[in-house]
Every structure is written in C-alpha cells, then in structure tokens.
C-alpha cells in the first residue's frame, strides 16, 4: 500500500495541465503516494448543479490531504444561465467550491508564502520573502448575506441608531454582507503567524487590518494580536491599515516578513504580494486546518490558454512543495523549492509569463531534472 493517499482535483482549464506538471515532479521525488480523482469545477456545476458534488466530499474524508489545480468560478446570475435546461429555474445557486471547502473542512488557515527567487526576471525587487498568514472561513467570506434584506432581519438591526436611515431608501434596494469575526478565529490565525515566525526565524509579524473605522472586527483583531504576541516576546508585532499596507508594500517590500490578516484583507494583500514576485505563474497557497488541508496555486482556470500548455506551472510546483512540508516530507519539499529555485536561476527554461516560449511540461520536466 502507498505511504500516502491524496485527492486529486484537477478542476478546470489550465488546472488539468498543471496538475499534469506536479505529477511529474512527484514521480521524480519517488513521492509514494496513491492519487485518488475528485470531481470538481464548472462542468459539474452546470450538469449537476454542484460544482463540489458529495462524492468528492467522499473523496476528500478518504484521503491524507488534497491538491488542487484551478477552477472556474462567475457570479451567480451568471452561473445560473449555464445549467443545462433540465436543472435551470429549479432553485441552485452557485457557491464557489473553494470557499465551501474551506468552511466544511474547517481549513482555517491560508498560508501564502511569496518569495522573490532569484534571477526571475518579473522580480519587482530583489529579496522579498514575504509570508501571508490570511484567516480563511470568517470574516466577509461567511456567506451572511441578504438581499433584499428580510423585515426581520432590519428590523433587528434597527436596534442600532445608523441603521435607521436605510430603512428609508426601501428593504428591497438594501443588500447586507456581513463580516463575522470571532475571537478564536483571530487567536488561531495570529498564533499560527508567530508559531511560523518563531520556527523560521523570521523578524517580525505584521498584523493588518482598518481598526481606525471598522472598529468592533478590526479591534477585536487587533488586540487579539496584542494578547497573542505577549507569548512571544522576542519577535515583535507591528500594526498596519490594509491601505497604507498596501502602497509600503510596494514602497518597502523588504520592510516586512510574516503578515497576517482576516479573510477578505488576506485575499487583497496575497494577491499584491504575489505580483512582487512575479505574479499569477508564482502564487501558491495551502488552505489548512487541524487534520485536513487543500493545496492550490491562486490562479485561475485561465480559459484562454487551455490546451495550449502555456502557464507557469511554478506556482502549481511551489503548492506541491507546500503539501510536501505539510506531510513533514521536509527532505523532498526542500529539495523541490531548491530545484525550482535552480531552474529559475539558470534562466534556461522560461514561460511566456518569464518572457521564454518554453511550455508548461518542459518547465516541470527542467525542475524533475534537477531531483
Ligand atoms: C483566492 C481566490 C478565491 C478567494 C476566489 C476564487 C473565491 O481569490 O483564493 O484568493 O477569494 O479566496
Ligand atoms: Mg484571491
């Protein structure tokens, strides 16, 4: 029997590909593992009317983690329009697959490390090793929403003085998203940001949020952070707004080390982050919790370029080494990120995005040859 079993979720478009190019490094790891297909993505979205259907979910109670390619997501009128007839007008709404793995697998955390490796010509600067720890079932990723907002639901808000005045403009113009936060959502997010500070040696953690305006979730962020850090006295904890964060990190970039915020200002500052290092071809990202967790670069499907073999699998390659570190295979992940780094380095094996024609198995095939 295999060391490992592993659901494997190719999903749409350019996941399909490369999910083709992690397999290829993993045989040349000798990664012992059995890969177990999940359906999953638009095709059985607008089929079956479930992108993540309960055979998948299966899949993943069955298996020691996941890795996952990409998938196609649109809004959900949009979505609406492409069920096939027989399941149109019956009722399904499309949700987006990866949320609603991170919420009924409980994975708390998304962890975003983007680097700078050397000699990658889309580098913004040189050396940015950046982390991004972002909480990933609260905050505006709750699915509380309204829309219109129901008369109770008003009225129970109108027990607070500045909901009044909406009333006037008529429930039905109203929508209402929510941002939840709880305090054992923002302790276990900052702590795992300093846990990795402390074990990486990293210089500091830089908690981010808008505590000036959004006061009750952004305070309570805040000062959970204040309380979490006092058990780590050596690395200290700076305090940032998500907007002045944003322009230093494209002022300083090297200012800063382990970063960590709630969900939604988590998304905003990876994607940031990961345009320093070179963009979409590089972003990886592990959606992890207590017994379970999900590994998928943050790009998408890419429509445009599927069947062609054209993306970056790199970022693909990193979460595959993130998945390695995460099943304590430190010896294979750290030689991976060193093969990938050498690969980048030499500047022989480039995609389109790196300004080089090579495809997206030649860069995976450049990688296997330096195991
Ligand atoms: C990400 C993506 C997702 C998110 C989308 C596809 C739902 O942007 O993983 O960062 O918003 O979390
Ligand atoms: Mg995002």
Redesign the pocket.
């Known amino acids: 029997m295999a060391q490992y079993k592993i659901a494997w979720l190719p999903g749409d478009g350019v996941g399909n590909e490369v999910m083709e190019a992690a397999k290829i490094v993993l045989d040349a790891l000798k990664f012992d593992a059995e890969y177990i297909h999940g359906d999953i993505g638009w095709e059985f979205w607008c089929n079956e009317g479930d992108p993540l259907p309960q055979r998948t979910i299966e899949v993943l109670h069955n298996t020691d983690c996941a890795l996952f390619g990409a998938i196609t997501?649109k809004p959900k009128e949009e979505a609406a329009k492409e069920l096939i007839p027989e399941l149109q007008d019956k009722g399904y709404v499309y949700f987006?697959p990866?949320?609603r793995l991170r919420q009924e697998f409980n994975l708390h955390t998304n962890l975003r490390p983007c680097k700078a490796y050397p000699g990658n010509p889309l580098n913004y600067k040189e050396g940015i090793d950046l982390v991004i720890f972002r909480e990933n079932t609260e905050g505006m990723y709750g699915g509380v929403e309204f829309h219109p907002i129901p008369q109770h639901v008003f009225d129970a808000l109108c027990t607070h003085p500045k909901m009044k005045k909406f009333g006037e403009k008529g429930l039905e113009n109203l929508a209402l998203s929510t941002r939840i936060m709880s305090r054992q959502g923002c302790e276990n997010i900052v702590r795992q940001a300093f846990e990795y500070a402390k074990k990486h040696n990293r210089k500091s953690v830089t908690v981010v949020d808008k505590p000036n305006v959004i006061r009750e979730t952004g305070g309570l962020m805040i000062r959970t952070a204040r309380e979490v850090a006092k058990d780590y006295p050596d690395i200290p904890l700076w305090e940032t707004n998500i907007d002045a964060q944003c322009m230093w990190l494209v002022k300083n970039p090297l200012d800063y080390d382990v970063l960590v915020a709630e969900n939604m200002f988590g998304?905003i500052l990876?994607d940031l982050a990961a345009q320093l290092v070179g963009g979409l071809g590089f972003a990886c990202?592990g959606n992890i919790g207590d017994n379970y967790a999900v590994f998928e670069p943050?790009h998408g499907s890419a429509p445009k370029y599927y069947g062609q073999y054209k993306v970056n699998p790199i970022a693909m390659l990193l979460t595959t080494r993130l998945m390695l570190d995460w099943l304590n295979e430190f010896d294979m992940a750290n030689r991976l990120e060193n093969a990938i780094a050498t690969v980048i380095a030499e500047g022989k094996v480039r995609t389109y995005d790196m300004g080089g024609s090579n495809t997206t198995l030649e860069m995976a095939e450049a990688v296997a040859s330096k195991l």
């Open positions: 997501s987006s990866i949320v998304d990876s990202a943050t």
